[in-house]
């Protein structure tokens, strides 16, 4: 019975999750809001294509710790030194905050202290996947934001940089283990292609503590496609977890079956997939928001200004 209750809250507490957003939510309060996050990412993202793996990145951690509710922005405490999620090492490399401060300025000019940030990250990565190619998905909106957010949180909730994308770069120190010291002995990853690991020693990773970038779907990158899988197939994937998929036969199942369907049957899937992600613990009504310091000004879990730091 007490399993019961449970299951029957949790399904309830979900219902009234999902009912709290809704498309166009702020349609009265900021009839704009959507249109300047679309006409800012439409108007940057076609010059900064990579930035769009990035953007999507950052929605995915954010709402892999304590929900959808942009905890991933905040800044270290100053009065009480708490590490943020942003310090953890799985949000090391995630870039693209002054991408959303300078979509957060433009909606704090037109509706001030009304768009969450929360709401903006998830549709910024939305807008920036479809500028690239990639498939629409809806995002309802009327998030609120996080004012917790802990380091040791994200290090123990967030995968590991190693797991496999379909658009975007990677850094050679995510990687260059499998070419250079696999198993401790200066061995190479007997599942990476030989041909492949060769070329990247001679052109890209040089030596293990190379930071070069490298492109995870060559001659694709910048585009939201197929063809990183392709390269899973043909043992091309740079990361671990990629050759994983291949060891066991239910993910290579999947991978044939994605690549021997349509593309828009692919899309479809993940704009599905992402429509439920953009749901995980969103806070709502009367939760906190996010204090909001302007374009030059970072902000932290306690609402103080930080110095500004350009990382776009």
């Keep these: 019975m007490g399993k019961f209750v449970m299951l029957l809250l949790l399904v309830l507490f979900v219902a009234s999750t999902r009912a709290d957003l809704e498309m166009n939510f702020y349609a009265k309060s900021c009839p704009k809001a959507e249109k300047i996050v679309l006409d800012y990412v439409n108007k940057h993202i076609p010059n900064a294509p990579s930035l769009a793996a990035a953007l999507i990145r950052m929605h995915f951690h954010d709402c892999f710790v304590r929900g959808c509710d942009a905890s991933v922005l905040l800044n270290i405490t100053s009065s009480t030194g708490n590490q943020t999620e942003k310090v953890a090492p799985p949000n090391q490399t995630v870039r693209g905050y002054d991408f959303i401060d300078r979509v957060k300025s433009l909606l704090e000019a037109e509706c001030p202290?009304?768009?969450?940030?929360?709401?903006?990250?998830?549709?910024?990565?939305?807008?920036?996947?479809?500028?690239?190619?990639?498939?629409?998905?809806?995002?309802?909106?009327?998030?609120?934001?996080?004012?917790?957010?802990?380091?040791?949180?994200?290090?123990?909730?967030?995968?590991?940089?190693f797991s496999a994308h379909t658009i975007g770069i990677s850094h050679c120190t995510s990687f260059t283990n499998r070419l250079?010291?696999?198993?401790?002995v200066g061995d190479q990853d007997p599942a990476l292609d030989s041909e492949y690991a060769a070329n990247l020693k001679a052109n890209k990773c040089r030596s293990i503590n190379s930071t070069t970038k490298v492109e995870m779907d060559p001659g694709s990158f910048r585009t939201f496609d197929l063809s990183y899988y392709t390269l899973v197939l043909k043992r091309r994937g740079l990361f671990e977890s990629d050759a994983a998929l291949l060891t066991d036969s239910r993910t290579r199942s999947i991978i044939t079956g994605i690549l021997g369907g349509s593309l828009s049957n692919f899309f479809q899937e993940f704009a599905e997939s992402m429509e439920k992600m953009g749901r995980i613990g969103v806070k709502t009504g009367s939760a906190a928001t996010c204090i909001w310091f302007g374009a030059k000004a970072r902000y932290d879990a306690t609402g103080v200004a930080l110095p500004y730091r350009n990382d776009y």
């Design 113 to 161: 202290g009304v768009v969450s940030c929360a709401d903006i990250v998830s549709l910024v990565a939305r807008d920036a996947i479809v500028a690239t190619g990639g498939p629409f998905w809806r995002v309802p909106t009327g998030r609120r934001d996080g004012v917790i957010s802990n380091a040791s949180e994200a290090l123990a909730q967030i995968p590991a940089p």
């Design 180 to 184: 250079y010291n696999f198993t401790g």
